[in-house]
């Protein structure tokens, strides 16, 4: 079976509705019970480690707590914390993003730096300086969560989890939720872990040897030779693939 044939096949047994659910854990099921963009923010970017403990972490937070003031927020999640972040990275994230929306939106912020040249990329740097700005917090396990301004592809992070959130916003199907509108699903860019780029590399869909922005958009392209408007439908079969370790 050749390539395209094999990953649309993949993609076929992914859409129904169990997908994604208690048998098959997906942080993104924790977004879909909101389906709000800051929340789903949220939960794509703790989406790293081990899928039980991420979900088991999502679920215990209060989302609520953006609607409250500082001091209620700090409050509550005193005791919160996950891996490399802290409960005071925790409390900064909510604070912030509640100083965001007050302003403006993530969406909004996303759409004026990426209408300037279509580039998802440029929309990211946007809202990670957006985040920036109204937080002067600075520690590791905030700094890794909310991510830095790529400047470069080459030997730059692949904004996995920023750019996974994309996939979540823009594309809508039985998994991904659409959330929002007048952004082109050609112009997402894979996001890239340890699964997919296994897969790619094995499949032939990947000879960049580095694991980085470079090796996402190389993805990307070969994708986009098989559906140049959605490349990311195949996104989560491949995760999928990779994560049963099929190659």
Not at 21 to 38: C, S
Not at 211 to 237: G, M, Q, R, V
Request: proline share 2%; with cysteine.
């Amino acid at each position: 079976m050749h390539t395209r044939e094999r990953l649309e096949a993949e993609v076929l047994k992914h859409k129904h509705s169990n997908a994604v659910d208690e048998n098959n854990l997906d942080p993104i099921m924790v977004a879909h019970r909101y389906k709000d963009p800051t929340i789903s923010l949220i939960c794509a970017l703790f989406s790293y480690g081990n899928v039980k403990q991420i979900v088991k972490f999502l679920n215990s937070l209060d989302f609520s707590l953006l609607n409250e003031n500082d001091e209620k927020i700090r409050e509550a999640l005193s005791k919160h914390y996950y891996r490399f972040q802290k409960s005071e990275d925790v409390i900064e994230l909510f604070i912030t993003l509640k100083r965001l929306n007050k302003e403006s939106s993530l969406e909004t912020v996303f759409k004026v730096a990426y209408n300037e040249k279509r580039s998802v990329i440029d929309g990211v740097n946007a809202c990670i300086s957006k985040l920036r700005e109204l937080s002067s917090h600075s520690s590791k396990g905030y700094s890794f969560l909310v991510g830095k301004v790529t400047e470069k592809t080459k030997g730059a992070g692949a904004l996995k989890r920023w750019m996974m959130f994309l996939r979540w916003m823009v594309r809508e199907d039985n998994i991904d939720m659409g959330l929002w509108h007048g952004i082109s699903k050609a112009d997402l860019i894979m996001p890239l872990d340890t699964h997919t780029y296994k897969i790619g590399l094995s499949w032939g869909l990947l000879k960049r040897k580095t694991y980085d922005l470079e090796a996402a958009i190389e993805l990307t392209n070969s994708l986009k030779k098989f559906d140049k408007e959605d490349p990311l439908k195949y996104d989560f079969a491949i995760y999928r693939l990779g994560q049963g370790r099929v190659v």
